[in-house]
């Protein structure tokens, strides 16, 4: 069963820190990873996608890939309030499906 | 990114009826469409893999006959829930696969069956 993993929070941070959010995957031959963001009653929108190991950055948003730890992480600066969502990792292989992890719960605090 | 809508947004509708989905990819082709549903709090669940022109792929549990799609076209697929029951409420979303294997969802519909 290939599995994405992350833990489900709350995570609470304060406004303006950095909100550290991770994720692993078992599954050693995947390809492709993405973060969702996902307000309550809405569908997810993708943030952003990194395919290769190490650091890419957009905007206040950074993903680190490490595939030799099988793990990925978001890393949002400045966090503000409307930052204050669930966060979902994905995880693409050969085949066109992404598998999900169930999603890390961000609260920013003014 | 791309975008992708879906309609209706909420419909409500009685126990029996049957109830579509539309779902379109409005800026590109999208040969591979998902639907997924979700109940309150909790994950996204993957119901079927539709692909454009050929029979959709069902994830294990989910009654093929139950929860029709249709791919006809290159920019729209469509759900229907066949003979719809109280338990079927939930909210369902479509996504369409870009060219790097990312998803980009439609905003949902919220079904509610009385």
């Known amino acids: 069963q290939k599995e994405v993993e992350q833990n489900s929070g709350p995570l609470s941070v304060p406004e303006g820190a950095i909100a550290s959010l991770n994720c692993t995957y078992s599954d050693r031959g995947s390809q492709s990873f993405f973060w969702y963001r996902q307000y309550s009653g809405k569908s997810p929108e993708l943030i952003m996608s990194i395919y290769s190991n190490g650091d890419k950055e957009d905007g206040r948003f950074t993903a680190q890939l490490n595939k030799a730890s099988q793990y990925v992480s978001l890393l949002i600066r400045d966090s503000q309030p409307s930052d204050s969502a669930t966060y979902l990792c994905a995880v693409g292989g050969a085949t066109n499906k992404l598998i999900f992890g169930t999603g890390t719960l961000l609260a920013v605090q003014p | 990114g791309a975008v992708v809508s879906q309609h209706p947004s909420r419909v409500i509708c009685k126990s029996g009826t049957s109830v579509k989905i539309e779902c379109r990819s409005l800026?590109?082709?999208?040969?591979?469409m998902f639907w997924y549903r979700q109940f309150p709090k909790q994950s996204l669940m993957l119901m079927a893999t539709?692909?454009?022109?050929?029979?959709?792929?069902?994830e294990q549990g989910v009654e093929k006959d139950k929860f029709l799609i249709n791919h006809a076209s290159l920019t729209l697929s469509t759900l229907t829930v066949t003979s719809a029951h109280p338990e079927d409420s939930s909210f369902y979303i479509c996504?369409?696969?870009?060219?790097?294997?990312?998803?980009?969802f439609g905003p949902g519909t919220r079904l509610t069956v009385l």
């Open positions: 539709s692909n454009e022109g050929s029979k959709a792929t069902y």
């Open positions: 800026d590109f082709q999208a040969t591979t």
């Open positions: 996504s369409a696969r870009g060219g790097a294997g990312e998803q980009f």
